[in-house]
């Protein structure tokens, strides 16, 4: 990867919480702890971001935080780095120029920091994943209308008439409260009603959900499974669920996180 790419991943992760660690910058970029440690202080120098000891952190931390009805420091610790690999996989199957949808969700927002060198034409319903593409990418961002729901940090309307309407995108990407023969479960009316009218404005339904997502069950069935054309998760997926999916005629999409660096080896092999 390139310098000028690895900086704007760097600084796009540092938006995301207080303090980024080196091994985490690591994974994110897929380059070496040395290479990593010599952008932090090149980015330091040039008042980009503040290293501090073990990692990196913003000079101006942003405002929002927290998806999905909890603060996003709680949430980033559960299956962090599964939801990385997820993101990876998802930004992967994006061509420059396309128009996509985001939803707000905890794993799409880790789609942030891979989509900081791309092109794309962006609508989502999450403030933060907004505001981070605004400041740290060049795509092109459109918000849908509605009322801010300060703890998800997402914009809901429910009216027909707002401007979800008129955009079309070529694939939509999305989580999950849970995932099962019925299809994807959330657990909010409001929710429902909004994403499906965001559903409806895709060609293509794109699910990334780690693997304990299809053990979770909700109320409220959001969409079938034969609506869903791929879903994005680990390798922690049970052979059962694999063959769910199958038999709904859904793409499956194995993401395999990178696994930790060893500061004695990594140390070792330099």
């Given at each position: 990867?390139?310098?000028?790419?690895?900086?704007?991943?760097?600084?796009?992760?540092?938006?995301?919480?207080?303090?980024?660690?080196?091994?985490?910058?690591?994974?994110?970029?897929?380059?070496?702890?040395?290479?990593?440690?010599?952008?932090?202080?090149?980015?330091h120098?040039?008042?980009?971001?503040?290293?501090?000891?073990?990692?990196?952190?913003?000079?101006?931390?942003?405002?929002?935080?927290?998806?999905?009805?909890?603060?996003?420091?709680?949430?980033?610790?559960l299956?962090?780095?599964?939801?990385?690999?997820?993101?990876?996989?998802?930004?992967?199957?994006?061509?420059?120029?396309?128009?996509?949808?985001i939803?707000?969700?905890?794993?799409?927002?880790?789609?942030?920091?891979?989509?900081?060198?791309?092109?794309?034409?962006?609508?989502?319903?999450?403030?933060?994943?907004?505001?981070?593409?605004?400041?740290?990418?060049?795509?092109?961002?459109?918000?849908?209308?509605?009322?801010?729901?300060?703890?998800?940090?997402?914009?809901?309307?429910?009216?027909?008439?707002?401007?979800?309407?008129?955009?079309?995108?070529?694939?939509?990407?999305?989580?999950?409260?849970?995932?099962?023969?019925?299809?994807?479960?959330?657990?909010?009316?409001?929710?429902?009603?909004?994403?499906?009218?965001?559903?409806?404005?895709?060609?293509?339904?794109?699910?990334?959900?780690?693997?304990?997502?299809?053990?979770?069950?909700?109320?409220?069935?959001?969409?079938?499974?034969?609506?869903?054309?791929?879903?994005?998760?680990?390798?922690?997926?049970?052979?059962?669920?694999?063959?769910?999916?199958?038999?709904?005629?859904?793409?499956?999409?194995?993401?395999?996180?990178?696994?930790?660096?060893?500061?004695?080896?990594?140390?070792?092999?330099?």
């Open positions: 990867m390139h310098e000028k790419e690895r900086h704007r991943i760097i600084l796009s992760a540092v938006q995301e919480k207080p303090v980024v660690t080196v091994p985490e910058l690591v994974e994110l970029t897929g380059s070496s702890e040395a290479t990593i440690r010599r952008d932090v202080a090149a980015l120098v040039q008042k980009r971001l503040r290293r501090v000891r073990g990692g990196a952190e913003a000079i101006n931390p942003p405002q929002f935080v927290g998806l999905a009805g909890r603060p996003f420091s709680v949430n980033e610790g299956h962090a780095r599964e939801k990385q690999a997820i993101a990876r996989e998802a930004v992967a199957l994006c061509q420059d120029g396309e128009p996509i949808i939803n707000g969700g905890t794993t799409t927002f880790q789609m942030v920091h891979f989509l900081a060198n791309r092109r794309m034409q962006v609508f989502t319903n999450s403030f933060p994943i907004a505001e981070h593409l605004l400041k740290h990418s060049k795509n092109t961002v459109m918000l849908s209308g509605g009322t801010i729901y300060r703890e998800q940090n997402i914009i809901l309307s429910p009216f027909d008439n707002d401007v979800t309407r008129n955009f079309y995108a070529r694939r939509m990407f999305m989580g999950a409260q849970g995932l099962g023969p019925l299809g994807l479960m959330e657990a909010d009316p409001l929710l429902i009603q909004a994403e499906q009218k965001l559903i409806d404005q895709a060609d293509e339904l794109v699910v990334l959900a780690d693997s304990s997502k299809f053990h979770k069950r909700s109320s409220l069935i959001l969409c079938g499974l034969k609506r869903i054309a791929t879903v994005i998760t680990d390798s922690g997926i049970e052979d059962r669920h694999a063959s769910m999916l199958e038999s709904a005629g859904v793409n499956l999409v194995i993401a395999n996180a990178r696994p930790k660096v060893d500061a004695e080896t990594a140390s070792t092999s330099a």
